[in-house]
């Protein structure tokens, strides 16, 4: 039984095996035919969506194109299958360039617009055709030849003229290289020509009988047309002329030329009428480009220029910059003709036309009346000399003893770097054009040098030449420039120098001369003279304030390899130096506060506008006081500030402000007065500290420089809170001899104490710090003092003449004016500045006597006080500053020549006609001397007629080498005359008063 139970088992596997396995097979089989159904299926499937989605496009040339879906959408495609391009307005295009819209969702599709073209035209966009292929003045754009422009041949009913391009690629005016156009008219020109975009071409243009287009009625032929005329009348005329239209040749680098013809403007005023010569076409084209430009004349494109191209940071900087006028032509031609007789200049041979040319300029010279002529100074030029108060220098022969007004002259020339021009009259003039607007015998000629750089960093001067005529009645000059070879118009307010008098030319402050530079004052009139001498030869010192740093801006301090010195280089090239040598740091002075009030230390007041009304009516005070500020870590100077009116009532309430702190520095304070700003770890300090410190003389502090409100300086010691006034808070420096301590007659031109390589010996000098005239001793070699006590000179020690330290160094003047020495051993620099004031030092000597007397005086506190005769000669020369011209005399010509021809002072008579003349002789800081006379001739009751005359090294003063324009009041120079005597008398002198 179990036996039949496992066959039973085993039978049923192995039928369930064999089961299996066919059904594996009826798998298979099923999956085949499944596969071939599924096949079957997508054949069905394609044939059915091909007949679905694709649908056939004839274009107009008979070439089919197809519809049909790309993803989602529908598409245009050629016969091969490739999809056609869409343009930028959303249609496909044709290999014939028509234009087909598609509807993206249905299929669907049309012609939208059909553009044809033939020759050289171009389809753009849309249904716009270029006559030819855009082509482009930017050379960098493209690198295909055929697009870019060559050249630009125009021609219009106001002439003829060609852009091309030179040997760099730059674009030029034919014939005319060097004149200066607008780059941006440039510009649209190029594209007018460059891209000939037609809005339309005319489908039905009027025909002649013989079928041709009539090309008159679109204005592209020449032909006789007539035109409405008014006449002075005012009566309207017909007149016939001959009509032009204009046209244009456009140039490839490949050498590919178009000629196009610009005729009518269109009756709506949007295009114009043009035509492609050679083509049966008319085409309406845009106005840009034409209006303006291709229509206009070529100077609409010129930049006018008259002048080199002057820049807004150098447009000072000219040499002989000099105007003419009132020009005698006739006068200049008659004698030339009287030489030459009839001569065509041009074709004279050179040798002649070299005597003609220098005949004429020095007639030009004669006849004509020069009304400036000066050069521009730079700061460098002018540091320590006689024009260090003016950037200009005169040099007008019969006006050179004046002083030139800067502020006018700076308006002269921004007249000629911003010029206000109308237009550009006519390039390339004719004789006839130049005699149309009066500049063949030009009213005014206009001539400089203007210095600037050429391409490589040399320095050139560009030469001006301009011609101006005279003022039009429209308030236009006219105004011609053979280097730039146009006409231009300017604006009548741009030239008004033109018209100025003459004293607008010159500074009226009349003496403005550093009393330090001057050595000699004469004065004489009918009654009286005096000649006054000023000794203030040790006096000529400079300012010195240190600085740290091995950089000066663009500067570098760097030691020399060969020297082993140090030195100021600059791009690492050394700086010439104007002196090396020994030079003398000078303290400055100090004074230890004293409180003035026990709540305040000082006080100070100011009168103030309180409602902007432009008068003062209040007082601001500030009550000074010290105290620790923590945000400066030290002591500081703090101020109540109380505002009130003038009766005393309170306009706001008080306030504590803190100074602010101007300069933060180690300083060393003598105990004699005297006070060394300098860090105590720099030689200098060192110097300081073995001298004056270690024999106890002073005391090094940290200090806290404040300025107040009245510009007092004063100095707080930041750890004790100590404080003192201080004179200034730079040193005094003098370039001198250390082995003698002598110090120079003139501090900066040290070399000029070298003759023959040995010393120069003065006679008689000063020393800073003290009163002691000094006297060199040949026989000891030592220096003696004289004292004024014994009256006799005696010997001094080294250290009376030393209160200061010592350094070896140059002198530099840097580019923008700057003034630095630097110390050859350390490397430690400081700014210079030359003062402007003599010191307390200097002697004044009338007629060769020193003027040595006090004045008692009472000052408006009560107290009692003196004035030195320095002092009153101070006074005296102040009241000189302050004169100046008041205007043009009201003389004739014929009396001024009466005038400057008489001798002068001939009788002693009160009523004499001149009334006074002043001699002043100066020497400034470089060598220049300038010796000038001022003459003064009464010819009214009030007035008085003032000539000027400069003298040379040598020359004697004469009245008929004089020249003068202007008055002065006649009260002036009577004052003059009693400031004179007072200081010879030793009556004070007040600068502002009469007496």
């Given at each position: ?10 039978e049923s596997a192995a039928i369930k095996r064999i089961k299996q396995k066919n059904m594996l097979k009826k798998q298979r089989l099923a999956i085949v035919f499944m596969v071939i159904a599924i096949v079957a299926l997508v054949a069905a499937l394609i044939v059915v969506d091909y007949l679905v989605d694709i649908y056939t496009f004839e274009d107009v040339d008979g070439t089919a194109y197809y519809v049909k879906k790309n993803g989602e959408v529908y598409a245009l495609y050629d016969k091969d299958g490739v999809a056609c391009e869409k343009n930028q307005d959303g249609y496909f295009e044709t290999a014939l360039g028509t ?897």
């Amino acid at each position: 039984m179990s036996k039949n139970n496992n066959v039973a088992v085993e039978e049923s596997a192995a039928i369930k095996r064999i089961k299996q396995k066919n059904m594996l097979k009826k798998q298979r089989l099923a999956i085949v035919f499944m596969v071939i159904a599924i096949v079957a299926l997508v054949a069905a499937l394609i044939v059915v969506d091909y007949l679905v989605d694709i649908y056939t496009f004839e274009d107009v040339d008979g070439t089919a194109y197809y519809v049909k879906k790309n993803g989602e959408v529908y598409a245009l495609y050629d016969k091969d299958g490739v999809a056609c391009e869409k343009n930028q307005d959303g249609y496909f295009e044709t290999a014939l360039g028509t234009m087909v819209s598609v509807n993206a969702e249905t299929g669907e599709c049309k012609i939208y617009a059909f553009v044809h073209t033939s020759d050289t035209e171009v389809r753009d966009f849309g249904e716009y055709v270029l006559m030819y292929k855009q082509m482009t003045y930017d050379h960098g754009s493209t690198k295909d030849n055929s697009k870019i422009i060559k050249s630009i041949e125009v021609h219009n009913e106001h002439g003829t003229y060609t852009f091309e391009r030179d040997s760099k690629m730059n674009f030029v005016i034919k014939d005319m290289p060097g004149a200066p156009y607008n780059r941006e008219s440039f510009a649209q020109l190029a594209v007018a020509c460059g891209y000939t975009l037609s809005t339309r071409r005319l489908e039905n243009p009027k025909k002649l009988e013989n079928g041709s287009v009539d090309y008159a009625e679109y204005g592209l032929v020449s032909e006789v047309r007539t035109k409405t005329e008014i006449d002075k009348e005012g009566n309207e005329t017909e007149v016939e002329y001959q009509y032009e239209p204009a046209w244009f040749v456009i140039t490839s680098m490949t050498g590919e030329s178009h000629k196009v013809i610009i005729g009518d403007k269109t009756v709506t005023g949007t295009g114009y009428y043009a035509r492609y010569d050679g083509r049966d076409t008319v085409y309406v084209l845009g106005t840009n480009g034409f209006d303006g430009y291709l229509l206009n004349t070529l100077e609409s494109y010129i930049t006018p220029t008259i002048v080199y191209p002057m820049r807004s940071v150098d447009y000072f900087n000219v040499r002989n910059f000099m105007i003419y006028g009132s020009i005698d032509y006739n006068k200049i031609y008659s004698t030339l003709y009287e030489k030459y007789g009839e001569v065509d200049i041009e074709n004279l041979d050179e040798e002649t036309q070299k005597k003609f040319n220098a005949d004429y300029a020095k007639l030009f010279e004669q006849n004509s009346r020069k009304m400036c002529d000066f050069s521009y100074l730079d700061t460098s030029d002018r540091q320590g000399t006689l024009y260090a108060h003016s950037p200009y220098v005169n040099h007008l022969d019969y006006a050179d003893g004046y002083n030139l007004n800067s502020s006018s002259l700076d308006i002269v020339l921004s007249s000629f770097y911003e010029t206000d021009f109308t237009s550009v009259i006519k390039l390339s003039p004719s004789a006839d054009d130049l005699s149309q607007y009066g500049l063949v015998n030009s009213e005014f000629v206009v001539m400089f040098y203007y210095e600037t750089t050429d391409s490589e960093g040399e320095t050139v001067y560009a030469e001006n030449f301009v011609q101006i005529s005279d003022k039009t009645e429209e308030g236009i000059y006219y105004a011609y420039s053979e280097t730039y070879d146009m006409i231009v118009g300017v604006k009548a307010d741009c030239f008004e120098f033109l018209e100025w008098e003459e004293i607008k030319w010159y500074e009226t402050s009349y003496i403005q001369y550093d009393i330090s530079f001057v050595e000699k004052i004469q004065i004489e009139s009918p009654a009286f003279k005096v000649d006054f001498e000023i000794e203030d030869s040790a006096s000529k010192y400079m300012t010195y304030l240190q600085r740290s740093g091995n950089t000066i801006g663009e500067y570098s301090i760097t030691k020399d390899a060969l020297t082993g010195k140090y030195v100021l280089t600059k791009n690492g090239k050394s700086i010439p130096e104007i002196y090396r040598g020994d030079y003398l740091i000078m303290p400055t002075v100090y004074s230890m506060g004293q409180a003035e009030e026990e709540n305040y230390l000082f006080a100070e007041s100011r009168e103030f506008d309180s409602n902007g009304d432009g008068q003062n009516d209040g007082v601001m005070y500030y009550f000074y006081n010290i105290a620790y500020n923590k945000d400066i870590q030290g002591y500081g100077l703090m101020a109540q500030v109380v505002c009130s009116d003038y009766e005393g009532n309170r306009l706001a309430e008080d306030s504590l402000v803190w100074g602010h702190v101007a300069m933060k520095s180690e300083f060393f304070a003598t105990n004699n007065g005297y006070m060394f700003f300098v860090s105590k770890e720099s030689q200098s300090g060192a110097q300081i500290d073995k001298i004056y410190g270690e024999k106890n003389r002073g005391a090094w502090g940290n200090g806290n420089l404040f300025i107040t409100s009245d510009n007092k300086y004063i100095l707080i010691n930041a750890k004790t809170g100590a404080w003192m006034t201080v004179k200034d808070y730079a040193q005094g420096i003098y370039f001198a001899d250390r082995e003698t301590s002598r110090l120079a007659e003139r501090a900066i031109t040290i070399p000029a104490l070298y003759e023959d390589g040995k010393l120069k010996r003065y006679e008689e000098t000063f020393y800073p710090t003290t009163d002691k005239k000094l006297l060199y001793n040949d026989e000891t070699n030592k220096i003696m003092a004289y004292n004024k006590l014994s009256g006799a000179f005696e010997d001094i020690t080294y250290a009376d003449c030393s209160i200061g330290v010592w350094n070896a160094g140059a002198y530099y003047v840097l580019d923008d004016g700057k003034l630095v020495v630097v110390n050859e051993v350390t490397g430690e620099w400081g700014y210079l500045s030359v003062l402007n004031s003599p010191t307390y030092i200097a002697n004044i000597k009338a007629d060769g006597q020193i003027l040595d007397y006090s004045i008692p005086i009472v000052t408006v506190s009560q107290k009692n006080s003196e004035k030195t005769a320095m002092e009153n000669f101070q006074q005296f020369y102040k009241a000189l500053l302050m004169a100046s011209f008041e205007g043009m005399a009201e003389i004739s010509d014929e009396q001024k020549q009466g005038f400057e021809a008489l001798d002068d002072f001939s009788s002693d008579d009160a009523n004499n006609p001149c009334q006074l003349k002043i001699t002043i002789l100066m020497t400034d800081l470089v060598g220049n001397s300038r010796h000038v006379v001022y003459r003064f001739y009464r010819y009214s009751e009030r007035k008085s007629y003032i000539t000027v005359e400069l003298l040379t090294e040598g020359e004697d003063s004469s009245s008929t080498q004089a020249y003068g324009s202007f008055y002065v009041l006649h009260s002036f120079a009577e004052k003059i005359i009693e400031d004179a005597k007072r200081v010879v008398d030793g009556i004070e002198v007040d600068a502002t008063s009469k007496y």
